[in-house]
């Protein structure tokens, strides 16, 4: 099935039903009709090694399939105004020309990573009954929470790394004028380059336009509309996939890392298609795949080693052929019948680095373990003074710290989108953040036996804030025998306007990992008020840091024990018998 004569076709016009006509490159056998695959990209088309497609379509063909590699609506040399994430109906209309061609079976299954795999599910959920497989990587359930905004904080560097930086440099192609495109180019490297500089200075906008108030308008007019809709409207509810999941009637591969900004995105969609997709061979075959991966780093040798630590050779799948077997699958029976299933869920334990198959995701065996925040005040000041303990205190105990907007935590390490000059990914070594004095930082013993922690992690905290409005941010972290702390997982919550000093109970989500703490190690959990620039620090004032004029400093207070127990919530999974 490899030797097929393939036949590339370049700047093929594909219908949409409003007349608008967008481009495809078309890879495909050079006679015969083949199963179709689709994927289309806000990227630019070609040339493909460059833009994400993580399906390289030449082999692809002769491996038996027609591939359809399209400019999305507005985007490369496809005709229409781009809108972000809109994608169900170009989707549909994509499909049926594809399944109409000739060369084509009738048969389609939809492909691709980050935007372009969200943009595969939304042509599953577009209803057209030639879509049969989906194989979707790092894609997100809802483009709000988990995608543009976490916790209700605005996720500013991934933002403003992905709307400048990807989807800017290919909306600058499209500027006609020589002189106008390199003064745009200029002012864009120019914001990029500033964001994470320290102190901040508000309003924040004024850093991302420069002196240049035409500069996101001109670049990326999304992002002003990602930023202008900073609560959940029907705006994101209009293109979130979560609502649409009953339409999807397509079996899907679902891949994303533990240090992928799409993650919990990605284990949303896979939990509801396999509960609520329309058909039971849908929800029969979803399948999810998680590796120690971030964002861009899924194959090769640079899949082995994420942030400042080696996860070893196993790490290394060949993605490729993982999405080629699903469609050979899914896709290459005319009948439709079914195929063998194999384990639907495959995860990488890390601290173990082994991948382990499971029958569903999160794992029933799961369950809530609670390490409790106790102190003698100084956790947040002093080394060792802040604990992890199996029992809550008897006595209340107070911790302490002053978080100034202008002097935010440096992001180091994570699950995020930002540029590797603005911030380093994965798991990184927090020393230099628990060195902070607006860090609080409280840790068990060390371990006298692994424990796996595999599901999602929260932080249930009582606190308090001198601020009318704040952030909470919290980080796990596994501390090595020789004292360096890497983290895990983290989160951040952003809390609406209230009565300065009063006490209240939250609920901070840190996102899902699968990780070993091995003995002889100790579990940490940091607290803190910003993740910058990673997240826009919140100037305390109850108003937006894009637009607020002024800051203040916010003084915080970590309250645990007695009737106010705060506690790291951690599922973990039971050592085999």
């Not at 049969?132 to 997100?140: E, F, K, P, Y």
């Not at 992002?223 to 293109?239: A, N, Q, V």
Request: hydrophobic share 40%.
């Amino acid at each position: 099935m490899d030797d097929h004569r393939i036949l590339i076709e370049c700047g093929v016009d594909v219908p949409m039903r409003d007349g608008t006509r967008l481009q495809a490159d078309v890879y495909r056998p050079e006679s015969g009709r083949w199963p179709t695959l689709v994927m289309r990209t806000p990227y630019g088309r070609s040339p493909y090694p460059d833009n994400f497609v993580l399906l390289p379509p030449v082999p692809t063909a002769r491996r038996g399939y027609a591939v359809v590699v399209q400019d999305v609506r507005g985007r490369g040399t496809s005709g229409g105004q781009f809108r972000a994430f809109d994608e169900v109906d170009d989707g549909f209309d994509t499909v049926d020309w594809a399944a109409q061609q000739s060369w084509s079976t009738g048969v389609v299954g939809c492909f691709g990573s980050s935007y372009m795999g969200a943009a595969a599910l939304q042509a599953g959920a577009s209803e057209h009954p030639a879509v049969r497989a989906i194989a979707c990587l790092q894609a997100s359930s809802d483009y709000y929470e988990g995608r543009t905004y976490r916790g209700g904080a605005l996720e500013l560097g991934s933002v403003v790394s992905v709307g400048l930086a990807a989807l800017g440099r290919t909306a600058l192609a499209r500027v006609q004028e020589a002189d106008e495109r390199r003064r745009l180019r200029r002012a864009y490297v120019r914001a990029l380059r500033d964001l994470a500089d320290q102190p901040v200075a508000f309003p924040m906008m004024s850093r991302l336009q420069g002196e240049d108030d035409e500069l996101l308008g001109s670049v990326a007019p999304w992002l002003l509309e990602w930023i202008s809709h900073d609560k959940r409207d029907e705006y994101w509810e209009r293109i979130s996939l979560e609502d649409r999941y009953g339409a999807v009637s397509a079996s899907a591969l679902h891949v994303t890392g533990w240090f992928d900004a799409m993650k919990e995105g990605a284990l949303a969609n896979f939990r509801a298609l396999a509960h609520s997709s329309a058909s039971d061979h849908a929800r029969k075959h979803q399948r999810l795949v998680v590796g120690p991966w971030p964002h861009y780093s899924l194959r090769g040798y640079e899949a082995t080693r994420v942030g400042d630590l080696a996860f070893g050779m196993d790490a290394a799948l060949d993605i490729d052929e993982l999405q080629l077997r699903w469609f050979d699958e899914h896709l290459r029976d005319s009948d439709h019948s079914e195929p063998a299933a194999p384990p639907r869920v495959r995860l990488f334990v890390m601290g173990r680095n082994a991948w382990r198959d499971e029958e569903m995701w999160p794992l029933d065996r799961a369950s809530d373990v609670r390490l409790y925040l106790s102190s003698t005040g100084h956790a947040s000041d002093a080394p060792d003074d802040g604990m992890l303990c199996a029992a809550p205190s008897k006595n209340e105990g107070r911790d302490h710290f002053d978080y100034d907007p202008r002097y935010p935590v440096p992001t180091i390490g994570g699950a995020h989108l930002l540029l590797p000059t603005l911030a380093p990914v994965g798991p990184r070594d927090q020393r230099a953040v628990e060195e902070r004095d607006d860090v609080a930082v409280y840790t068990t013993q060390a371990l006298d036996d692994d424990i796996e922690v595999t599901g999602y992690v929260r932080a249930e905290l009582w606190v308090a804030t001198s601020a009318v409005s704040t952030d909470f941010t919290a980080r796990l972290v596994d501390v090595q025998p020789d004292g360096t702390p890497v983290s895990v997982c983290d989160g951040i919550l952003r809390l609406p306007a209230a009565d300065g000093g009063a006490m209240r109970q939250i609920v901070l989500s840190l996102g899902a990992t699968s990780q070993v703490f091995l003995a002889g190690h100790r579990l940490r959990l940091d607290i803190s008020s910003s993740n910058f620039p990673r997240f826009d620090p919140n100037p305390n004032t109850g108003d937006s840091s894009l637009h607020a004029r002024a800051c203040v400093v916010a003084h915080q207070t970590i309250v645990h024990g007695g009737a106010t127990p705060s506690s790291l919530v951690l599922p973990v999974v039971p050592a085999p018998a």
